[in-house]
């Protein structure tokens, strides 16, 4: 792991970071204690700023602090996930909105360059391929079309999502089969400077995945035999 005690970067800031890439990455589960000691020694660094980190994570819902216990990783219910993906509709929306508006050639060229040479099956391999495209395509959207607060609402949102979808669909909703095609549908759209069509095509995409995470739950929560299985049946007990 790598020592933060030397970096140069406000020393908060980039445990910060770290500790957001540590969820992002599942290197810690939903649900999982954080050990301060422990982490703070790995990371080469004092308590004071892994406690200020944490509570900021905690102030971004990643984090939950539990009275003479700790501080532990959050796990969503389905009815916050539901909640999380329409807050990311409009958001998202605007993003691309934004977007349209204010791209360059130079990021139009790099924005067309998504999803090319991604193979679209059913294998985990191409799957996990195409999830980590799509990772990286939202947060392009996100430079381009937010400004510091915005890309960080957003940005929190989408760890929140791939983080803590149970590891379904390497934290897809929806097969690529489906939303390549909204994918590129969006890029389009962005590209021709369209903020119309592209805040349309960015809502639709993350209306169409929120349609089918609601769907998949209430199977879930009717016949547990047949659900996808996308959530915990209720949010983990932290453990000690």
């Known amino acids: 792991m790598e020592k933060l005690g030397t970096a140069h970067e406000n020393l908060d800031h980039k445990v910060y970071r770290t500790l957001k890439s540590m969820i992002s990455e599942r290197k810690f589960k939903p649900g999982a ?79 067309t360059q998504f999803f090319r040479g991604v193979k679209i099956s059913d294998d985990p391999k191409d799957v996990r391929k195409y999830a980590e495209e799509d990772r990286k395509f939202h947060y ?40 390549i095609r909204e994918h590129r549908a969006l890029i389009d759209a962005i590209c021709k400077r369209d903020p119309i069509q592209a805040e349309h095509f960015a809502r639709l995409h993350i209306i169409h995945s929120r349609e089918r995470l609601a769907k998949e739950v209430k199977k879930e929560k009717e016949s547990p035999a047949q659900g996808k299985k996308l959530f915990p049946r209720k949010p983990l007990q932290p453990k000690s």
């Not at 959207?141 to 791939?162: A, H, P, R, V």
């Open 140 to 179: 392009f959207l996100m430079e381009m079309g937010g400004n510091d607060l915005l890309s960080s609402i957003l940005g929190t949102y989408s760890i929140i999502t791939f983080s803590f979808l149970a590891g379904y669909q390497e934290g897809l909703v929806r097969h690529p089969r489906e939303t």
């Open 33 to 111: 204690k954080i050990y301060q000691d422990q982490l703070a020694q790995e990371l080469a660094i004092s308590r004071t700023p892994l406690v200020a980190a944490l509570k900021k994570l905690e102030q971004e819902m990643l984090i939950m602090a539990i009275p003479r216990r700790g501080f532990y990783v959050r796990q969503f219910s389905q009815e916050e996930m539901i909640h999380i993906f329409e807050l990311r509709e409009v958001l998202e929306g605007l993003a691309a909105r934004r977007a349209s508006m204010v791209i360059t050639p130079e990021q139009a060229g790099r924005l």
